[in-house]
């Protein structure tokens, strides 16, 4: 099991366990993490799944998938360096103590 660790805007910090194979998207809704909405369902066509990697994490999870940059423009918070759509980043045994901290706001 991996687990990843949701830190709100006000530092308050919930660790999951998630499924690999799931998406990072897929374990916050799964487990009731507040702050990801994910209103299209991880079809790549809302950015209310906006989460910033940890800085320490953010070559672990990879490079922006094909359209999330497009994506992202039109997430509600601020972007940042290292802004990804959590719908786009996929668990796997690497990301085991992945931190992701989420937006002010979603929408
Ligand atoms: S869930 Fe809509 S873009 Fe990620």
């Known amino acids: 099991m991996v ?3 949701f830190v709100q805007p006000d530092g308050s910090r919930t660790t999951v366990d998630a499924s690999e194979g799931a998406s990072v998207m897929e374990t916050a ?12 369902g991880g ?7 906006h989460c910033y990697v ?5 070559d672990k999870t990879g490079e922006r998938e094909n359209g999330e940059e497009d994506m992202l423009e039109c997430a509600a ?11 786009q980043i996929r668990v796997t045994g ?14």
Not at 54 to 58: I, M, Q, V
């Open 54 to 58: 940890d800085d320490a994490w953010a």
């Open 77 to 87: 918070a601020e972007l940042k360096p290292t802004s990804r759509l959590s719908c």
């Open 43 to 49: 079809a790549m066509m809302c950015a209310t799944c």
């Open 94 to 107: 690497a990301l085991d103590g992945l931190v992701v901290h989420l937006p002010e706001e979603q929408a």
């Open 3 to 5: 687990q990843i660790t």
């Open 29 to 40: 809704i799964s487990q009731g993490i507040a702050g990801i909405f994910a209103e299209c």
